[in-house]
């Protein structure tokens, strides 16, 4: 198989470049993105990439395979390498610092603009606050989101205004607090997504869907919260 | 040499797992000047894999709930070498620190009269071991470790908690007096190095599960801060005991919560027997991991494992129907159907006993203080050091965790740990400055892996040497002629990576050159636990030998101290007074 690698170390390399490996790779069982990445590593050591738990919880390895976001330890050769190549590259759209590791500052401060933490200033009693199954279920789909950054790379209304659209994953969060039974500020959080860009520059292009690695749905949660702001202002 | 810039804090936690961030929450309410140090970001530690629940006696499933059962159930689980002050610490606070969580928002899975979701897990009993099974472990679905991991994460943002994140930490520093001043940190993206210097450094950087081949750990768990510690010269306890998880997915290593067993999955063999029947009569599935690991060894040492090589056994959920597991366990059947293509749904799950906990760790009182022992028995508290989470040995775990009380173990003492350092700061302490050749000893290991040359010997070959030794030497069963060997490997191994030098030697995210910091960490922790389970000579908990095959209370119903200067292992008392009740007498441990 011939892997073709995105290189570049700023100490060394005036420019990006895509690297080539030629690699065998084992017929017998169907590896992961991330195993071949640690074969590369093995031949090369300079290759740097993010990798942690290779379960699809951490969320570290976020990148792009064959022209499309995910995660590489749970991305199967098989249902990826085309014509016996793959392409693996950072994800898109956020600075490089070195090979597959980009600055997710831009992606972390749209996700920290839309106060990702339970606002409930009453007095909590002694136990727990009790909340319904149903309004619990209300919560499954949005907080299993692992903050890898697939969506919001790919979505082009992010790549467009990374510094004012809060894009798909922030939206994700901000929507799984206002949905929470136990969440008090709504009005707040519906306030500050008002402006023209932090939600309505979603175009429901939905690459954010096709790309979750947790199978989450960024677009619809979106679609709630839009909805939320306009019954808000009829 | 020149002068490495410093940043000066009241109270630095290397670490950004569950038990940092408790940590960090809160003295960052004390309005101490704190920090959270982690090498990758916060939400990526490696709390965030846990998945079956925390344990505790809330009393939302069984109203008659009572945190002495669940006192009773650890002490018995650790085989006796548990902290009963300590446990009993756990136990009784763990409520109040569990609704915390909930008031920060953790999304509990919950129960029609809108109380949290309580399942069971092994070995809980009810009344003391007498009124059968209890269902104690709060769960947020089969994902309760990425609902707290990131519940403390956004907990911490809305404090403002100050987080160093992608900082590797390198070396303790120590002064002339013995106390810890501080840690020598680089910032992963520039390679700058830098001194922290802090009043209380508080090492929470979890387990090391990496020194073993097969393990359901993060690539990250590689135990960086007790590698620092062991250097440092501090002392570690316990460190035989290492808990093999009984549903490791064959092959994979990934983890299959106990949960399914605590939804009613149970283990069969190739004879589709369901042989936990015979090992545990009563608990049976719900045994303790240790007994369960064992009985699971035994089946396919003795031929009735399943697949064609017949080396491993098969975890059946399909019984329990698409709705519970949807509900219950959704991401069981992602994991299942990613890392073993089976559909639990249909088909059973193959599943081998994989390295998953580090019950050992460094000594500490409930405070997280670190504690010395010399020789004669007495013990003294390290200036300036704390530990908390898995990395410490408090020892609630003694020689057996009881699955979800890692996470009730992160909160509660995170927590002890942050209020204690409160205190502390509050009273007005200092710790003397480090001279300039204390920072050199600190610095030196990383100076020398910048000026090595390199070598043919690399460190990912290395790694898998360590990890295949302790793999096949210090597994579920151990024999003293393998453990000899194993040491013999170790020392050999040691000589070679003190050799070792990278090609790669920038400074910008050079993962190289802290894949190369982390091997030499897995090695002191490899050897902490060669040297502590070749000299326990008795069988207890995790610790199984074959030439030692029964528990041995006489002589050792003792925590191991393992002391890296002279490589020697003490004995050290286990507490068996705790503060509110009659402490529990060691009996024989049967499910």
Not at chain 1, 63 to 86: E, F, H, I, Q, Y
Not at chain 2, 413 to 427: N, P, Q
Not at chain 2, 488 to 502: D, P, T, V
């Given at each position: 198989m011939l892997v073709s690698v995105y290189r570049f170390n700023p100490e060394v390399d005036s420019e990006p470049y895509m690297q080539d490996f030629a690699l065998d790779i084992p017929q017998n069982r169907d590896l992961m993105v991330l195993d071949v990445l640690a074969m590369l590593k093995e031949s090369d050591d300079s290759l740097s990439y993010r990798r942690s738990c290779r379960e699809g919880v951490c969320g570290s390895d976020g990148v792009n395979m064959n022209g499309r976001n995910g995660l590489a330890c749970t991305t199967p050769l098989s249902t990826v390498v085309?014509?016996?190549?793959?392409?693996?590259?950072?994800?898109?759209?956020?600075?490089?610092?070195?090979?597959?590791?980009?600055?997710?500052?831009?992606?972390?401060?749209?996700?920290?603009?839309?106060?990702?933490?339970?606002?409930?200033?009453?007095?909590?009693?002694?136990?727990e606050r009790l909340q319904s199954p149903e309004d619990r279920e209300k919560l499954d789909g949005l907080y299993e989101c692992i903050l890898c950054g697939c969506c919001s790379t790919a979505c082009p209304s992010f790549w467009w205004n990374p510094d004012k659209f809060v894009g798909p994953a922030g939206l994700l969060q901000a929507y799984r607090f206002l949905a929470d039974s136990r969440d008090t500020a709504k009005e707040e959080r519906l306030s500050e997504l008002k402006d023209p860009f932090s939600v309505f520059r979603c175009r429901g292009i939905m690459n954010c869907v096709s790309v979750c690695p947790k199978g989450l749905n960024p677009t619809r949660a979106i679609g709630h919260i839009r909805n939320m702001l306009l019954n808000r202002i009829a | 040499m020149t002068k490495i810039p410093e940043l000066n804090f009241d109270a630095i936690i290397i670490g950004g797992g569950g038990s940092g961030m408790r940590a960090g929450l809160q003295l960052g309410q004390s309005g101490f000047k704190t920090a959270v140090l982690s090498k990758v970001f916060p939400t990526r530690s490696h709390t965030v894999s846990a998945q079956g629940g925390i344990t505790c006696a809330i009393a939302s499933e069984d109203p008659d709930d009572d945190w002495r059962w669940h006192m009773y159930d650890t002490v018995k689980g650790s085989d006796y070498i548990g902290d009963q002050d300590a446990i009993e610490y756990m136990c009784s606070v763990g409520p109040e620190a569990v609704y915390e969580l909930e008031h920060m928002g953790l999304p509990f899975s919950r129960k029609e009269n809108g109380r949290i979701y309580q399942r069971p897990f092994g070995g809980q009993s009810k009344n003391f071991g007498k009124g059968g099974q209890a269902a104690r472990t709060c769960a947020a679905a089969d994902r309760t470790g990425h609902a707290l991991l990131h519940t403390l994460y956004q907990s911490n943002l809305k404090a403002g908690t100050v987080f160093f994140s992608e900082w590797f930490a390198v070396d303790l520093v120590k002064n002339a007096a013995g106390d810890v001043a501080g840690v020598i940190a680089i910032c992963m993206e520039t390679g700058e190095v830098h001194y922290?210097?802090?009043?209380?450094?508080?090492?929470?950087?979890?387990?090391?599960?990496?020194?073993?081949?097969?393990?359901?750990?993060?690539?990250?768990?590689t135990g960086d801060g007790t590698g620092m510690a062991l250097r440092a010269g501090f002392q570690m306890q316990d460190m035989e005991m290492w808990q093999f998880h009984p549903t490791g997915i064959a092959g994979a290593g990934t983890l299959v919560t106990e949960g399914c067993r605590g939804e009613g999955g149970f283990l069969i063999n190739s004879d589709g027997e369901r042989f936990m029947e015979r090992y545990a009569p009563n608990a049976?599935?719900?045994?303790?991991?240790?007994?369960?690991?064992?009985?699971?060894?035994?089946?396919?040492?003795?031929?009735?494992?399943?697949?064609?090589?017949?080396?491993?056994?098969?975890?059946?959920?399909?019984?329990?129907?698409?709705?519970?597991?949807?509900?219950?366990?959704?991401?069981?059947?992602?994991?299942?159907?990613?890392?073993?293509?089976?559909?639990?749904?249909?088909?059973?799950?193959?599943?081998?006993?994989?390295?998953?906990?580090?019950?050992?760790?460094?000594?500490?009182?409930?405070?997280?203080?670190?504690?010395?022992?010399?020789?004669?028995?007495?013990?003294?508290?390290?200036?300036?050091?704390?530990?908390?989470?898995?990395?410490?040995?408090?020892?609630?775990?003694g020689a057996n965790r009881l699955g979800g009380n890692s996470l009730l173990d992160l909160v509660v003492f995170g927590r002890a740990a942050g209020l204690y350092i409160t205190d502390v700061l509050s009273s007005g302490i200092s710790i003397s400055e480090p001279s300039n050749e204390d920072l050199e000893l600190a610095m030196s290991r990383l100076t020398r892996w910048d000026e090595a040359p390199h070598t043919s010997d690399s460190v990912p070959l290395l790694k898998k040497e360590l990890q295949n030794c302790m793999q096949l030497n210090f597994g579920v069963f151990r024999k003293e002629k393998n453990m000899q060997e194993g040491m013999m490997k170790l020392s050999e191994l040691r000589g070679r990576i003190n050799e070792a030098g990278l090609s790669d030697k920038s400074k910008v995210f050079n993962t190289a050159r802290f894949e190369a910091l982390e091997l030499q960490n897995l090695l002191e922790i490899a050897e902490a636990t060669a040297i502590s389970a070749e000299g326990r000579k008795e069988s207890r908990g995790a610790h199984a030998r074959d030439d030692y095959q029964e528990r041995d209370d006489e002589n050792w119903l003792a925590h191991s101290?393992?002391?890296?200067?002279?490589?020697?292992?003490?004995?050290?008392?286990?507490?068996?007074?705790?503060?509110?009740?009659?402490?529990?007498?060691?009996?024989?441990?049967?499910?």
């Amino acid at each position: 198989m011939l892997v073709s690698v995105y290189r570049f170390n700023p100490e060394v390399d005036s420019e990006p470049y895509m690297q080539d490996f030629a690699l065998d790779i084992p017929q017998n069982r169907d590896l992961m993105v991330l195993d071949v990445l640690a074969m590369l590593k093995e031949s090369d050591d300079s290759l740097s990439y993010r990798r942690s738990c290779r379960e699809g919880v951490c969320g570290s390895d976020g990148v792009n395979m064959n022209g499309r976001n995910g995660l590489a330890c749970t991305t199967p050769l098989s249902t990826v390498v085309k014509g016996d190549k793959l392409k693996i590259r950072p994800l898109p759209g956020l600075p490089v610092i070195r090979d597959l590791i980009v600055d997710m500052g831009d992606f972390f401060k749209q996700y920290e603009k839309v106060k990702p933490y339970l606002i409930n200033n009453d007095e909590p009693p002694k136990q727990e606050r009790l909340q319904s199954p149903e309004d619990r279920e209300k919560l499954d789909g949005l907080y299993e989101c692992i903050l890898c950054g697939c969506c919001s790379t790919a979505c082009p209304s992010f790549w467009w205004n990374p510094d004012k659209f809060v894009g798909p994953a922030g939206l994700l969060q901000a929507y799984r607090f206002l949905a929470d039974s136990r969440d008090t500020a709504k009005e707040e959080r519906l306030s500050e997504l008002k402006d023209p860009f932090s939600v309505f520059r979603c175009r429901g292009i939905m690459n954010c869907v096709s790309v979750c690695p947790k199978g989450l749905n960024p677009t619809r949660a979106i679609g709630h919260i839009r909805n939320m702001l306009l019954n808000r202002i009829a | 040499m020149t002068k490495i810039p410093e940043l000066n804090f009241d109270a630095i936690i290397i670490g950004g797992g569950g038990s940092g961030m408790r940590a960090g929450l809160q003295l960052g309410q004390s309005g101490f000047k704190t920090a959270v140090l982690s090498k990758v970001f916060p939400t990526r530690s490696h709390t965030v894999s846990a998945q079956g629940g925390i344990t505790c006696a809330i009393a939302s499933e069984d109203p008659d709930d009572d945190w002495r059962w669940h006192m009773y159930d650890t002490v018995k689980g650790s085989d006796y070498i548990g902290d009963q002050d300590a446990i009993e610490y756990m136990c009784s606070v763990g409520p109040e620190a569990v609704y915390e969580l909930e008031h920060m928002g953790l999304p509990f899975s919950r129960k029609e009269n809108g109380r949290i979701y309580q399942r069971p897990f092994g070995g809980q009993s009810k009344n003391f071991g007498k009124g059968g099974q209890a269902a104690r472990t709060c769960a947020a679905a089969d994902r309760t470790g990425h609902a707290l991991l990131h519940t403390l994460y956004q907990s911490n943002l809305k404090a403002g908690t100050v987080f160093f994140s992608e900082w590797f930490a390198v070396d303790l520093v120590k002064n002339a007096a013995g106390d810890v001043a501080g840690v020598i940190a680089i910032c992963m993206e520039t390679g700058e190095v830098h001194y922290i210097k802090s009043k209380a450094t508080v090492i929470a950087t979890g387990g090391a599960g990496r020194i073993y081949a097969s393990t359901t750990n993060a690539l990250s768990n590689t135990g960086d801060g007790t590698g620092m510690a062991l250097r440092a010269g501090f002392q570690m306890q316990d460190m035989e005991m290492w808990q093999f998880h009984p549903t490791g997915i064959a092959g994979a290593g990934t983890l299959v919560t106990e949960g399914c067993r605590g939804e009613g999955g149970f283990l069969i063999n190739s004879d589709g027997e369901r042989f936990m029947e015979r090992y545990a009569p009563n608990a049976k599935d719900l045994a303790g991991r240790d007994v369960v690991a064992r009985s699971m060894v035994l089946e396919i040492m003795e031929g009735r494992g399943a697949g064609k090589d017949k080396d491993h056994v098969l975890l059946k959920l399909d019984h329990l129907g698409k709705d519970i597991l949807d509900s219950r366990l959704p991401g069981i059947q992602e994991l299942s159907k990613t890392f073993a293509h089976v559909d639990p749904v249909k088909e059973p799950i193959p599943v081998v006993p994989t390295c998953h906990y580090m019950m050992g760790g460094l000594t500490t009182n409930i405070h997280g203080q670190a504690i010395m022992v010399d020789e004669a028995g007495s013990e003294r508290i390290v200036g300036g050091l704390y530990a908390v989470g898995e990395a410490a040995c408090v020892s609630v775990h003694g020689a057996n965790r009881l699955g979800g009380n890692s996470l009730l173990d992160l909160v509660v003492f995170g927590r002890a740990a942050g209020l204690y350092i409160t205190d502390v700061l509050s009273s007005g302490i200092s710790i003397s400055e480090p001279s300039n050749e204390d920072l050199e000893l600190a610095m030196s290991r990383l100076t020398r892996w910048d000026e090595a040359p390199h070598t043919s010997d690399s460190v990912p070959l290395l790694k898998k040497e360590l990890q295949n030794c302790m793999q096949l030497n210090f597994g579920v069963f151990r024999k003293e002629k393998n453990m000899q060997e194993g040491m013999m490997k170790l020392s050999e191994l040691r000589g070679r990576i003190n050799e070792a030098g990278l090609s790669d030697k920038s400074k910008v995210f050079n993962t190289a050159r802290f894949e190369a910091l982390e091997l030499q960490n897995l090695l002191e922790i490899a050897e902490a636990t060669a040297i502590s389970a070749e000299g326990r000579k008795e069988s207890r908990g995790a610790h199984a030998r074959d030439d030692y095959q029964e528990r041995d209370d006489e002589n050792w119903l003792a925590h191991s101290i393992y002391d890296p200067l002279t490589k020697q292992l003490r004995k050290r008392d286990v507490n068996f007074k705790p503060k509110t009740m009659e402490f529990f007498e060691p009996m024989a441990r049967t499910y």
